[in-house]
């Protein structure tokens, strides 16, 4: 293959991670601003106290969705890219995902329906929380079967399906449902009933799409139905799935851990840091989506010169967008949480040390998938667990000794070493390093945004500061991009772009 080949070659590559990446900010701009807004809701309609419930049961739900589909949803990342060629093997691997994520959605979800009493007993002791927690099993059962069908579209590189479905209907349903809800007076047991409500119409919307856009059927009955087949299936999917009991355990455990020992107000301003903090993961998260398939196909195909570059490109980008947007969250954290009301802005510390922990993460790039696509599954699995571990004896010793912050100092430290650990054995595995001299450009552009929004908040104080800010800032860390110069290889990707679009 000639050199002019293969840079066009991997600027495809690049154009389609990009392009997903373009459609999942859109999607997640807008989910996010819904679940802003519905936080916002709820904090601001039912108070600190029962919005921690809410938090609470919305975070057990989330936590135990990590568990649901066994590993499926990886799995199909993985297979359908990889057996493109081979339809039998695509229709068999997909009916294998389905039933295995219907079953281990059925029991789970059935699991968190019949001990709700007991969790509530062990937890917040509130009679209200077992009812809700029952409404939130539910949740988890349909959001199980949607997560598949999302996964499906985003194996196949139509990422547009799952932004519509889980990134713009569903959070449009949820914040009309819930607002009506405390509208007319209601309770936290309406709101919940209105989310399960939009998940219910959500996964219908979305499966419809499947079938009318997809030509790919789960199928059992083929040539493709051997031992062979399911072995090598739930060898791949089975370690994904102990590896997201691991993720469990460094995950959210934090809030759960929390509410154990603290009260449901704790639980609140606890899970508003982490959810404002969380806006940091946007860019990894939209480079992940077609990052995968497109590093399982460079694997396949052993064309590891065009998967270094794209993993050095893809974790400059995330890096760049993720620096501006933790830059934000710090320079205005009184500001960003006094809008759930002023009890919030006692988190701002803990947002700090999540803002810097996040940043770590995006530091790392899409090492966890590049483990994955690799053929590392066992070592994300043992990942996993020895940090989760390691999360969970943290929490409880920390918050026992130092209460909220505490919390917060074991979660971000954990996360922050655990990613140092992801990208030291990409390294080390597959001969593979995410960095180069470029990234200094927008860690210096994060420094002067940071001075022009610390010169705006010295001038104006509150909201104003905040928007005058943030604008200021983002000027800045554009015109110091810009000043620094722009890649060679971003260069010619625009140039590709914009010519597909004049053809």
């Known amino acids: 293959m000639s050199d002019d080949s293969e840079d066009r070659s991997r600027l495809a590559s690049l154009a389609s991670i990009s392009r997903g990446a373009s459609l999942y900010t859109v999607g997640k701009v807008v989910s996010d601003a819904g679940e802003f807004l519905l936080h916002l809701l709820v904090s601001r309609g039912l108070g600190p106290a029962t919005y921690g419930l809410f938090a609470y049961g919305k ?12 590993g499926s949803d990886t799995s199909i990342l993985r297979y359908l890219p990889q057996y493109e060629d081979n339809p039998a093997k695509r229709r068999f691997f997909l009916g294998l995902a389905w039933v295995t994520s219907a079953v281990g959605g059925a029991v789970v979800a059935g699991t968190l329906f019949v001990f709700a009493p007991a969790i ?69 047991y309406g709101v919940v009933a209105a989310m399960v409500a939009a998940s219910v119409v959500t996964l219908v919307v ?46 959210r455990v934090d809030v759960l ?51 270094a570059e794209i993993y050095t490109v893809v974790t400059r980008w995330i890096l760049t967008a993720s620096l501006l947007l933790g830059v934000i969250a710090v320079v205005f954290r009184i500001q960003i949480l006094g809008l759930f009301g002023p009890a919030f802005t006692a988190g701002s510390l803990i947002l700090v040390c ?6 770590c993460n995006a530091a790392t790039g899409p090492s966890d998938y590049l483990l994955m696509m690799t053929d590392h599954q066992y070592v994300v699995m043992a990942n996993e667990w020895v940090f989760g571990i390691a999360n969970v ?9 130092f209460g909220l912050i505490g919390a917060a100092v074991a979660s971000a430290g954990v996360l922050a070493v655990r990613n140092l650990a992801k990208v030291t054995e990409v390294w080390y595995l597959e001969g593979l390093h995410p960095y180069s001299w470029a990234f200094r450009k927008p860690i210096m552009a994060a420094v002067v945004a940071a001075a022009g929004m610390l010169a705006t908040e010295a001038v104006l104080t509150g909201i104003p500061a905040m928007i005058t800010g943030t604008v200021v800032g983002v000027g800045l860390y554009g015109l110091s991009l810009w000043l620094a110069g722009v890649e060679a290889i971003d260069y010619r990707l625009y140039e590709l772009l914009a010519e597909s679009r004049t053809e």
């Open 59 to 70: 975070t057990l739900a989330f936590t135990a969705l990590l568990l649901t589909n066994l």
């Open 120 to 188: 509530s007993a062990l937890t917040l002791a509130e009679p209200l929380f077992v009812d809700v927690l029952r409404l939130f099993a539910l949740i988890l059962f349909v959001d199980t079967l949607a997560n598949l069908l999302y996964a499906t579209f985003r194996a196949v590189e139509l990422l547009e399906y799952e932004v519509l479905g889980k990134r713009l209907l569903k959070p449009l349903l949820r914040v009309v449902g819930v607002g009506s809800v405390l509208l007319v007076g209601g309770g936290l």
């Open 206 to 251: 979305t499966a419809v799409l499947f079938y009318w856009r997809l030509d790919i059927r789960p199928q059992f009955r083929s040539a493709a139905a051997t031992r062979g087949s399911v072995k090598s299936y739930y060898n791949y999917s089975l370690p994904l799935t102990a590896k997201e009991a691991g993720t469990v355990m460094q995950g």
């Open 257 to 307: 851990i929390v509410g154990f020992f603290l009260s449901s107000t704790a639980v609140g301003m606890y899970n508003i840091s982490v959810l404002v903090a969380g806006l940091l993961y946007i860019p990894l998260l939209a480079f992940n989506q077609l990052f995968p398939p497109v590093a399982s196909r460079l694997y396949t195909e052993d064309n590891r010169e065009d998967l």
């Open 354 to 359: 999540f803002v810097v922990s996040q940043l």
């Open 393 to 401: 004896l943290l929490n409880i010793v920390f918050i026992q000794a």
